[in-house]
């Protein structure tokens, strides 16, 4: 893809951005400059490699910050942030519940997505969000017992998805899940009507009616669509760690 294909690109997801997500995030010159460091190293670090211009989906799971950033990724030139949003990830202290594991968790069709239900749980709340909302499956981790100071683990199914829009959104931008990654139902919308993450699967709809039938009737996939989560930790002690040589 020519760069001027690519701006264009990426002008036409930034003003979408801006139109469908409330409470977008733009970053500063430096803001941008951090994310793209943190991704990029968290990337070269699990041997990954970036071949094309493409979008990934980059969560800092830093308690004091609790965001995710698209970011543009490209085996040369700049990395840009589109911009983001908050999120939650996981949250220490409470049984059952798991640090969200850093690392690059690739979204591919050996993983059957799904939608949510809609429907309540026990305690009233609708944990995956809003019925039709997209749920992207990484798949099981190894995560840490959030609960335990031992440094013990278990393994988790890592799920990207929405939440609650009336008892649980308010409150994203605080470590409050089990260990998956809650993003707001804009976002949500925004990733999947785009298809952020579905290089793989949209190569796969053609084929296996069952990856067509989870993407939406509606979208309009951008050609700069990739398959990476991407999730580091800025906590303080771990930033120089985290910075490429």
């Known amino acids: 893809m020519a760069s001027a294909g690519i701006d264009g690109e990426?002008?036409?997801?930034?003003?979408?951005?801006?139109?469908?997500?409330?409470?977008?995030?733009?970053?500063?010159?430096?803001?941008?400059?951090?994310?793209?460091?943190?991704?990029?190293?968290?990337?070269?670090?699990?041997?990954?490699?970036?071949?094309?211009?493409?979008l990934v989906v980059v969560v800092d799971r830093n308690p004091a910050i609790q965001q995710m950033r698209i970011v543009l990724a490209q085996p040369s030139g700049?990395?840009?942030?589109?911009?983001?949003?908050?999120?939650?990830?996981?949250?220490?202290?409470?049984?059952?519940?798991?640090?969200?594991?850093?690392?690059?968790?690739?979204?591919t069709d050996e993983i059957l997505d799904w939608r949510a239900e809609g429907s309540f749980n026990a305690n009233g709340i609708r944990g995956l969000g809003l019925r039709g909302m997209r749920v992207w499956d990484f798949g099981w981790q190894t995560a840490e017992r959030g609960w335990e100071n031992d440094g013990g683990t278990a393994e988790i199914r890592l799920l990207v998805h929405a939440t609650d829009p009336d008892t649980l959104e308010q409150r994203l931008?605080?470590?409050?899940?089990?260990?998956?990654?809650?993003?707001?139902g804009p976002m949500n919308v925004f990733l999947d009507r785009h298809g952020i993450l579905d290089v793989d699967?949209?190569?796969?709809?053609?084929?296996?009616?069952?990856?067509?039938?989870?993407?939406?009737?509606?979208?309009?996939?951008?050609?700069?669509?990739?398959?990476?989560l991407v999730i580091v930790d800025s906590a303080p002690g771990l930033v120089a760690a985290a910075q490429p040589r």
């Not at 190569?203 to 669509?225: F, G, Q, S």
């Open 10 to 54: 990426v002008a036409r997801l930034q003003a979408a951005l801006t139109r469908d997500v409330p409470g977008r995030i733009v970053d500063t010159p430096e803001d941008e400059r951090r994310w793209a460091a943190l991704a990029q190293a968290e990337i070269k670090a699990r041997g990954q490699v970036i071949r094309r211009p493409q």
């Open 78 to 107: 700049p990395w840009r942030s589109l911009g983001g949003t908050t999120v939650s990830t996981g949250q220490e202290g409470r049984r059952g519940y798991f640090i969200s594991p850093t690392g690059v968790f690739l979204h």
């Open 173 to 184: 931008g605080q470590p409050a899940s089990k260990g998956c990654v809650r993003v707001p």
């Open 201 to 228: 699967y949209e190569a796969a709809a053609k084929a296996d009616p069952r990856y067509e039938a989870v993407l939406r009737p509606d979208r309009t996939p951008t050609p700069l669509a990739g398959n990476m």
